[in-house]
């Protein structure tokens, strides 16, 4: 997956808290993160992810077909980090980096 699907998947998954009155992120920038995430990660994530882990089956009790199962994560933590995307599990885990290189 594109360090860039990472990233739009973050966003959309966590965005940034409000700061004052208003969002950091506008309503435009918020639906433009929503239709890349259905556009460019979730055919990603269907494609290769769902099948170990969707509504069927969690490996590691890991659910990537939901909001709450991304922000869940593992039963070993976070999958995402918001504040270091670079640095999330998923990221690493579908560059093939460390523990988890995922898809198998």
């Known amino acids: 997956m594109p360090r860039a699907a990472i990233l739009g998947l973050l966003l959309v998954m966590n965005p940034p808290p409000a700061v004052g009155a208003g969002p950091v992120v506008s309503a435009k920038a918020s639906a ?5 995430f259905e ?9 290769h992810c769902y099948g170990c882990h969707g509504p069927k089956k969690q490996n ?4 990537l077909d939901t909001a709450t199962g991304m922000r869940q994560g593992t039963d ?3 999958i995402l980090s918001p504040d270091d995307p670079a640095g999330s599990l998923l990221l690493k885990s579908v560059r093939r980096e460390g523990d988890s290189p995922m898809p198998p």
């Open 39 to 47: 556009a460019k990660v979730r055919p990603v994530l269907a494609e």
């Open 60 to 63: 590691a009790g890991l659910r």
């Open 76 to 78: 070993e933590g976070p």
């Open 32 to 36: 433009q993160a929503v239709d890349y």
